[in-house]
C-alpha cells in the first residue's frame, strides 16, 4: 500500500497551522521586546526629569526624550505634584500575525510613579 498521498496531505493541513504558530511567536516576542523597551525607557525619564517636575514643559521634554529613543506615542499623560512624578504612556506596536487574521496592532501600555523618600528616587509600576 503507498502512504505517500496521505502524508501529502497531512503536511498540507499542518503547514498552515505551523506558519501561523511561527507568525505568533513572533508576534509575542516583538511585543513583549517593546513592552520593556517602554518601561525602561520610562524609568529612564523619570529619573531623568523628576527634580525638573515642576517646570511648565515638563510634558513637551519627556514627550521629546520618548521620540528620541523611537518609541511611537498614542497616549501621554503626565502627572506632576510636589511629591511625585506620574507618568502613564500607551503605545501601539504594529502586529504580524494579527494581519493574518485582520488584527493589525497591539497596544502596549504602562504607567510609573517617582516618589523621593529620604534623598532616594522610588520608582513604582502601577
Do not use: W
Not at 87 to 93: E, G, H, Q, R, T
Request: glycine letters at 4%; aromatic letters at 6%; charged letters at 30%.
Amino acid at each position: 500500500m503507498n502512504n505517500k498521498g496521505q502524508t501529502l496531505i497531512i503536511f498540507v493541513i499542518f503547514l498552515p497551522i505551523l506558519l501561523a504558530l511561527c507568525a505568533l511567536i513572533i508576534d509575542i516576542g516583538l511585543l513583549t521586546n517593546a513592552k520593556i523597551k517602554l518601561e525602561n525607557t520610562t524609568t529612564m525619564i523619570l529619573k531623568d526629569y523628576y527634580d525638573l517636575r515642576l517646570e511648565e514643559n515638563i510634558t513637551t521634554l519627556i514627550k521629546e526624550s520618548l521620540e528620541k529613543n523611537k518609541i511611537q506615542i498614542h497616549k501621554l499623560e503626565v502627572i506632576t505634584s510636589e511629591e511625585e512624578l506620574k507618568i502613564v504612556i500607551k503605545s501601539k506596536k504594529a502586529s504580524i500575525f494579527g494581519k493574518i487574521i485582520g488584527f493589525q496592532e497591539y497596544e502596549i501600555a504602562t504607567t510609573k510613579i517617582a516618589k523621593k523618600r529620604n534623598d532616594l528616587l522610588n520608582i513604582t509600576k502601577e
